[in-house]
């Protein structure tokens, strides 16, 4: 028995202004104009039912916060998550709402597998195969498809509701790559996913390791910013998409490591490409990683 019973590809592969990128997004980045940060501070909470431990009993994650200063044009904010006290780090801006495009793909696998497990249902070996090559590879029709089972929009309200996100909206086509995160929101996006709320005790490991799988034009990004052996213990999922309407260009980039959770967002002119935004990602995560130590 499966899940998905009957579902035809869908020809609508965004939303209105989106087209996707399909080539790799490491490109050489352009030159821009600097800008500054506001310093970091410290706030909200996971939900009360996570577990808190005090910070001084932790030994030190290799991501600190700080002020971070990147060379760039348009705009970028961050978010970083101790998910082991529940302290929420960034900038001020660190609540503002961007396109999350191929970034929302985790949340989707994690909705589809979680609601099977729910119903008794074990997907079958093709429906695994959809979740695999869009969380491996970015897979645009299986993210169709599987978000279409999910219920378009109401899967994303529930992302909303048991990830406990303060600033999200669905996208008004009920698409998901039109959804909109804030980079606080995506670190409790990852959070949920670590923790299992979001893909539940049956296939969490199994997501995270496809998460970790990320390859070729989806590997980008914050992991980059850690030595190679490192990077694939690291899971990510991240997005790019070129919005004509505006004739801005949207990255959003996702790591979820042990104990912690980077996000990153950024909107700049359209003709830099994908490659500019994900080297935004990697010098933040370059920045947490030199205050810490690394």
Request: glycine letters at 10%; aromatic letters at 6%; one cysteine or more.
């Given at each position: 028995m499966t899940v998905i019973a009957v579902i035809g590809v869908l020809a609508v592969l965004g939303f209105a202004g989106a087209r996707f990128w399909p080539g790799s997004p490491f490109a050489a980045r352009s030159a821009a104009r600097s800008r500054v940060m506001p310093q970091p501070v410290a706030t909200g909470q996971l939900p009360e039912s996570a577990p808190r431990t005090a910070a001084s009993k932790l030994a030190p994650l290799p991501v600190k916060a700080t002020e971070i200063r990147i060379s760039h044009s348009g705009w970028y904010s961050w978010a970083l998550l101790d998910t082991r006290t529940g302290e929420l780090f960034g900038p001020s801006d660190r609540t503002a709402l961007s396109t999350t495009a191929s970034l929302i793909k985790?949340?989707?696998?994690a909705d589809f597998l979680r609601r099977a497990a729910e119903q008794g249902v074990r997907p079958s070996t093709e429906e695994t195969e959809l979740v695999e090559t869009m969380i491996r590879d970015s897979d645009?029709?299986?993210?169709?498809?599987?978000?279409?089972?999910?219920?378009r929009d109401e899967s994303i309200r529930r992302l909303i509701s048991m990830c406990g996100l303060h600033d999200s909206l669905v996208a008004p086509d009920g698409?998901?790559?039109?959804?909109?995160?804030?980079?606080?929101?995506?670190?409790?996006l990852g959070a949920c996913i670590a923790d299992g709320r979001a893909a539940g005790p049956t296939w969490t490991d199994y997501l995270l390791d496809q998460?970790?799988?990320?390859?070729?034009?989806?590997?980008?990004?914050i992991r980059k910013a850690f030595p190679e052996d490192q990077q694939k213990t690291?899971?990510?999922?991240?997005?790019?998409?070129?919005?004509?309407e505006e004739q801005e260009y949207h990255v959003s980039c996702m790591a979820i490591g042990a104990g912690w959770v980077v996000g990153v967002m950024a909107r700049y002119e359209i003709e830099k490409g994908p490659a500019y935004g994900a080297e935004i990602c990697r010098l933040v995560g370059s920045e947490l990683r030199r205050a810490a130590g690394g």
């Amino acid at each position: 028995m499966t899940v998905i019973a009957v579902i035809g590809v869908l020809a609508v592969l965004g939303f209105a202004g989106a087209r996707f990128w399909p080539g790799s997004p490491f490109a050489a980045r352009s030159a821009a104009r600097s800008r500054v940060m506001p310093q970091p501070v410290a706030t909200g909470q996971l939900p009360e039912s996570a577990p808190r431990t005090a910070a001084s009993k932790l030994a030190p994650l290799p991501v600190k916060a700080t002020e971070i200063r990147i060379s760039h044009s348009g705009w970028y904010s961050w978010a970083l998550l101790d998910t082991r006290t529940g302290e929420l780090f960034g900038p001020s801006d660190r609540t503002a709402l961007s396109t999350t495009a191929s970034l929302i793909k985790s949340w989707i696998g994690a909705d589809f597998l979680r609601r099977a497990a729910e119903q008794g249902v074990r997907p079958s070996t093709e429906e695994t195969e959809l979740v695999e090559t869009m969380i491996r590879d970015s897979d645009n029709e299986a993210a169709e498809e599987l978000h279409a089972a999910n219920g378009r929009d109401e899967s994303i309200r529930r992302l909303i509701s048991m990830c406990g996100l303060h600033d999200s909206l669905v996208a008004p086509d009920g698409g998901w790559s039109g959804t909109m995160l804030s980079p606080a929101d995506i670190t409790r996006l990852g959070a949920c996913i670590a923790d299992g709320r979001a893909a539940g005790p049956t296939w969490t490991d199994y997501l995270l390791d496809q998460l970790r799988a990320v390859r070729d034009e989806g590997d980008f990004g914050i992991r980059k910013a850690f030595p190679e052996d490192q990077q694939k213990t690291i899971a990510t999922k991240n997005g790019w998409v070129d919005r004509e309407e505006e004739q801005e260009y949207h990255v959003s980039c996702m790591a979820i490591g042990a104990g912690w959770v980077v996000g990153v967002m950024a909107r700049y002119e359209i003709e830099k490409g994908p490659a500019y935004g994900a080297e935004i990602c990697r010098l933040v995560g370059s920045e947490l990683r030199r205050a810490a130590g690394g």
